[in-house]
């Protein structure tokens, strides 16, 4: 379990493919934060995966850094065009108004985020004004890059302070393009229609390829292409019929304004050859199915391998939709099979393979996309959202009620269910040797103006180890307790869920959380264990909801017009 954000951590090593100054771990990794209704399967089913090689990811921010393809395209990216800031701001309509003038030009005005994640290697960059490549935060790293011929850049170089170099050459590419619903106007979002309603291809990630020490030792890794899986979100906006103060306020129908379509090439990885070992990479169902282990590629040395539930919505007569869970992983060995490691999880049943989490219909969701119970209404997913006209600092919309606020009229409930909002979690282990963990969760909170709120998935607030002994006495408890010194709650939201926008005439509702990441961090944690006593864990948390001012010794987080990079 990780203090700070209160998730179940779960970590299954599998081999550790080294040589004497390099290496690359293989494991499978749990991250229990929820189930949401739209969940989406990783490498390893849901909530878990496979960690392994490694590569560089772009966070897309407009364009693509990178897209400057001409040939009659007029669109630039960050790198191909710089854009200078001349907006002065002034009344809300003004604004809008200005932005959009913007908007509709082919500018990308604000630099992509690229993550590097591999094995003794993580960190974010960017490109700044001068297009420098930028650490966030600061590591002395050295990152060179190479383009092809149509300027997209095809590989990164990472080389560290102790001469270990990272080949990330081998990219996987997207194609992205917005179509309008009809003849619908395009009333809002329009940057994204305006830059994608032409088809514009660019890599999304580079992957790992290599790792070579300063001795020359490698450690080389493989890939297979799978096939192009094709995702599309739909943009669409509820504008009220009516635009006085509430209570006369009321939700329009929700409108659909365009669909964004994306085509995706995916790569897995295949193989690690390093010295006289290879380790071989079995897949199915874009799901990691074994791992196998040979020695001078002919002598097995293990085989490990993962079985997997396909769960359903009770209710799926036809199991329209399936989600798979991971259910074991199995170990073999010189001819010699091992007991498993095993998995259960909260409200999924084996004996039929279902789960009253909705996953085939989308309706139920709390504000954070958590099952809670209550059906949809008309309007989809639109959800209750509070509004006061007086308020600043990003409270004129609340999702929460508040005295001085009113709602805008909305049909669907949104709230966080306690009861429903662990399902489909991780509830227990059970360990080759006999042992289990059971972890037990409760609803997430964060800290409302001295209000305790839930939101945010699911927290840990018990783990249960047991050696395997019948005697329960030998159990080891550990209790979690996220409340700070007054009793109130210790979380805070890095950004309040935004569902609700003004454009200078209207309030617009959208049924998807607008905010960049609405995740609950906790300010103090006590972990006890009885006749053991406690441990207090204590973070400091900057510029996080719904702080409105920035106590020592953080006060140089706050934004201020001349604030520059170094």
């Known amino acids: 379990m990780t203090p700070l954000t209160g998730k179940a951590q779960v970590n299954i090593p599998i081999w550790n493919a080294s040589l004497s100054s390099i290496q690359v771990p293989i494991s499978m ?4 934060g929820g189930v949401k209704v739209e969940e989406v399967e990783s490498t390893g089913g849901i909530g878990w995966t496979l960690v392994a090689g490694g590569q560089i990811t772009r966070e897309l921010r407009g364009l693509p850094d990178d897209y400057d393809v001409g040939a009659g395209d007029l669109r630039k990216g960050w790198l191909s065009l710089g854009f200078t800031n001349t907006f002065t701001p002034g009344t809300e309509l003004a604004n809008w108004t200005t932005l959009n003038s913007f908007f509709n030009s082919k500018y990308d005005t604000e630099p992509d985020i690229f993550t590097i994640s591999a094995p003794g290697l993580s960190g974010k960059f960017v490109f700044d004004n001068s297009h420098i490549i930028r650490m966030i935060p600061y590591q002395d790293l050295k990152i060179t890059y190479t383009k092809d011929g149509n300027n997209r850049i095809n590989a990164f170089t990472v080389t560290t302070n102790s001469g270990i170099k990272y080949l990330f050459n081998l990219t996987e590419q997207t194609s992205r393009q917005a179509i309008q619903n009809g003849s619908t106007p395009i009333t809002h979002f329009i940057k994204d229609y305006n830059d994608y309603s032409q088809k514009a291809t660019y890599n999304h990630s580079w992957k790992l390829t290599q790792i070579i020490a300063p001795a020359g030792e490698v450690i080389s890794l493989s890939y297979i292409n799978n096939n192009t899986i094709i995702t599309t979100r739909k943009v669409q906006v509820s504008i009220p019929s009516s635009n006085p103060a509430p209570p006369a306020n009321t939700t329009g129908p929700l409108t659909h304004l365009y669909s964004m379509t994306d085509y995706l090439e995916t790569r897995t990885l295949s193989g690690i050859n ?36 396909g769960v359903k919505y009770w209710l799926d007569n036809f199991g329209s939709v399936v989600k798979y869970f991971l259910k074991q992983i199995n170990e073999e060995g010189n001819c010699t099979s091992f007991p498993a490691h095993s998995f259960e999880y909260y409200n999924v049943n084996y004996v039929d393979n279902t789960t ?11 504000y954070w996309g958590y099952y809670n119970g209550q059906p949809a209404a008309s309007g989809g997913l639109i959800p209750r959202v509070y509004l006061n006209e007086g308020a600043s600092n990003g409270e004129r919309f609340r999702i929460a009620f508040k005295a001085g606020y ?10 966080v269910n306690p009861n429903t909002v662990y399902y489909g979690s991780l509830s227990k282990i059970v360990y080759p040797a006999g ?22 998935g699911v927290r840990v607030k018990q783990v249960v180890i047991n050696d395997g002994d019948t ?19 210790s979380g805070r939201l890095l950004y309040n869920p935004a569902f609700c926008f003004a454009d200078g005439t209207n309030f617009i509702l959208v049924p998807e959380n607008l905010s960049p ?21 204590q973070y400091f948390l900057p510029g996080v909801y719904p702080n409105t ?15 520059s990079c170094p």
Request: no cysteine; hydrophobic share 35%.
């Open 29 to 32: 990794v749990y991250n229990g």
């Open 274 to 309: 390093y010295g006289t070992f290879s380790v071989i990479f079995g897949w199915s169902n874009n799901l990691i199915s074994f791992i196998e282990v040979k020695e001078n590629t002919q002598n097995q040395v293990k085989r490990f391998s993962f079985v997997y539930r």
């Open 356 to 366: 009253t989490i909705p996953f085939s219909d989308k309706t139920g969701q709390d």
């Open 406 to 415: 009113t709602l805008i009229k909305s049909p669907n409930i949104r709230t």
């Open 435 to 456: 042992g289990f963990a059971a972890i037990q969760y409760e609803a997430a909170a964060y800290n409302d103006f001295a209000v305790d709120t839930l939101g945010g």
């Open 471 to 489: 005697n329960t006495s030998n159990n080891i408890v550990t209790d979690y307790e996220y409340k700070l010194a007054n009793g109130q709650s």
């Open 517 to 537: 990441s609405s995740e609950v961090q906790y300010e103090r944690v006590t972990v006890k264990q009885p006749g053991k006593g406690s441990t207090v864990y």
């Open 549 to 563: 001012s920035l106590a020592a010794p953080y006060t140089d987080f706050a934004a201020t017009p001349n604030k």
